[in-house]
C-alpha cells in the first residue's frame, strides 16, 4: 500500500477507464499500489477490463461524464468509501471526423464539446469541493496535440480539445491557491487498437505508446509535479 510520503497519488479517480488509455493509466497506478476507482459508460466493460480485480479495495463505477447528477452520484460513492481523493485522471472524450466547417451540424458539435469539454466540467464540480477542503489534490485531463490549430474535417474535435485545454488553465489558476494542480496530456496519434484499424497504412512504431502516455500522467498527478500548473505535455 502506498504511505501518504509516497510521490504516487494513493486515491485515485480514473474516468474512460475501460478504454485503451484507460486501461494502461489504470494498471499502472495499480502496479504503483494506488487505490482506484474506476469509472466508465458501462460497469460490464469495466469488468471485462479488469478481471480478478480486488473490489474491496477498488471500485468499477458507471456513469456519464456529461451528467452533472450522474457524476455526483459517482462522487458520493467515492468519497464514502476511499474518504479522500488524492488525483482525478479524466481521459473519458470521443473523437469524429466531421463536415467542414460550413456544413457542420449541430448534434455533432454538442457532442463532441460534451464529451470533450463539458465532461471536465461536471468531474470538476463533483470531485474538486472535496479538494478544496483539504487543500490538496491534483487533477490530469487528456487533450489533445492537435488541439492548437485547426485541420479540416476537424474542426469539432479540435475545437472541443481547445476548449478543454483553456479549461484546464482557468482551472489551474483558480485552484493553485488551494493546494490542487490541474494539467493535462496532449497526445497527437496513441498507438491503439482502434487507431490501428482506422489507419492500417499508417506506422504505429511512430504513434505514442499508452504505456508512456500512462507514465506521464502519473508524473503529473505525482509531488515531482509540484511546481506544474495549467500545463498541456505534448507526447509525440
Not at 480485480?53 to 456513469?63: E, G, K, V
Not at 504505429?204 to 507514465?215: D, E, G, K, L
Request: net charge negative; proline share 4%.
Amino acid at each position: 500500500m502506498i504511505e501518504s510520503s509516497s510521490t504516487t497519488p494513493a486515491h485515485v479517480v480514473l474516468t474512460g477507464a475501460a478504454g485503451a488509455l484507460g486501461r494502461a493509466v489504470a494498471q499502472h497506478f495499480l502496479d504503483m499500489g494506488a487505490r482506484i476507482a474506476l469509472m466508465d459508460h458501462h460497469v460490464d466493460k469495466l469488468a471485462e477490463a479488469f478481471p480478478g480485480l480486488d473490489n474491496s479495495r477498488h471500485l468499477l463505477i458507471a456513469c456519464d461524464v456529461t451528467s452533472a447528477q450522474s457524476m455526483q452520484e459517482a462522487a458520493a460513492n467515492v468519497l464514502k468509501s476511499f474518504q479522500h481523493v488524492d488525483t482525478v485522471v479524466h481521459v473519458a472524450g470521443g473523437f469524429e471526423m466531421g463536415a467542414p466547417v460550413h456544413e457542420l451540424e449541430r448534434a455533432g458539435w454538442d457532442r463532441m464539446m460534451n464529451l470533450n469539454a463539458w465532461s471536465f466540467v461536471a468531474v470538476s464540480q463533483a470531485f474538486v469541493p472535496a479538494m478544496i477542503e483539504r487543500e490538496s489534490g491534483s487533477v490530469v485531463a487528456v487533450t489533445a496535440g492537435s488541439a492548437s490549430r485547426g485541420l479540416a474535417a476537424m474542426s469539432a474535435y479540435i475545437a472541443s480539445k481547445s476548449a478543454l485545454q483553456r479549461l484546464v488553465e482557468a482551472s489551474a489558476a483558480e485552484l493553485k491557491p488551494h493546494g490542487i494542480r490541474v494539467n493535462s496530456i496532449a497526445p497527437t496519434i496513441l498507438d491503439t487498437p482502434a487507431n490501428r484499424q482506422a489507419m492500417p497504412d499508417a506506422n504505429p512504431a511512430t504513434w505514442v505508446s499508452t504505456a508512456v502516455a500512462a507514465q506521464t500522467v502519473a508524473y503529473l498527478a505525482s509531488t515531482a509535479a509540484a511546481a506544474v500548473h495549467g500545463q498541456h505535455l505534448l507526447l509525440d
